[in-house]
């Protein structure tokens, strides 16, 4: 069964630095590129982060940009977030999804989606 | 930046037709991703590539995009249908993943 788990949520306050993890379990994690995905409470879905499957590729969105730091360590199937200088609007729960590809051959143009998602963790922003 | 604009909510009585938009600029040219998030629980896509399904989700689940406007179609609603539902697309640089902001899909 292909599953993602994540932890290391918690309480951080502003300014601090807290590192999220995402352990990954069957599949070839090495293979596919990673993303995190975050909800702040009551609101959408907001894309924060991806790297590609060999560490050559990471990038960002504006909002964390400079902040945040997205790694990943394919010996261990893990997938990392390292949040430094949080701020109260970072506030949600933070998912790890796998994303998947598809090809010219297969798909009518080349797109790539998230599937599956972890269960999240909460990460609170808070003195 | 690209902005996927959805109605906050929409309401279906069971066994009706659901049908939520995503509106973009040209988002017709890019492939659109929708996903189900149910109360408390992690997002799942249901139609990916614009119109199809992964497997498991029933065919109830169809999709469409064309010009400014994606439609994901839900057929024959059921209770358990009652959840969020999001697009998604990939912004003109490929790196960057855009969702709209969600729509409440509420079965009466």
């Given amino acids: 069964e292909v599953q993602l788990v994540e932890s290391g949520g918690g309480l951080v306050k502003p300014g601090g630095s807290l590192r999220l993890s995402c352990v990954a379990s069957g599949f070839a994690f090495r293979s596919y590129r990673m993303n995190w995905v975050r909800q702040a409470p009551g609101k ?8 590609s499957s060999g560490s050559t590729h990471m990038y960002y969105a504006d909002s964390v940009k400079g902040r945040f730091t997205i790694s990943r360590d394919n010996a ?47 990460v609170t922003v808070s003195s | 930046s690209y902005v996927l604009t959805q109605p906050p909510s929409e309401s279906v009585a069971p066994g009706e037709t659901a049908r939520i938009t995503c509106g973009g600029d040209n988002v017709g040219t890019t492939s659109v991703h929708w ?37 994901l179609t839900i057929s024959r609603v059921e ?7 999001y697009c998604q697309v990939w912004d003109s640089s490929g790196d960057h993943a855009v969702f709209g902001g969600g729509t409440r899909l509420t079965v009466l």
């Fill in chain 1, 44 to 51: 959408g879905l907001e894309w924060v982060s991806s790297i």
């Fill in chain 1, 76 to 122: 261990k199937n893990s997938l990392y977030l390292q949040m430094n200088s949080p701020r109260g609007e970072d506030t949600a729960v933070y998912y790890c999804a796998r994303e998947r590809y598809c090809g010219i051959t297969t798909c009518s143009r080349p797109t790539s989606w998230f599937d599956p998602w972890g269960q999240g963790t909460l």
């Fill in chain 2, 35 to 71: 996903y189900q998030q149910r109360p408390g629980q992690a997002p799942v896509v249901v139609v990916y590539g614009d119109s199809d399904r992964p497997s498991g989700i029933p065919e109830r689940f169809s999709g469409s995009n064309s010009g400014n406007t994606a439609t």
């Fill in chain 2, 79 to 85: 209770a358990g249908d009652d959840a969020d539902y």
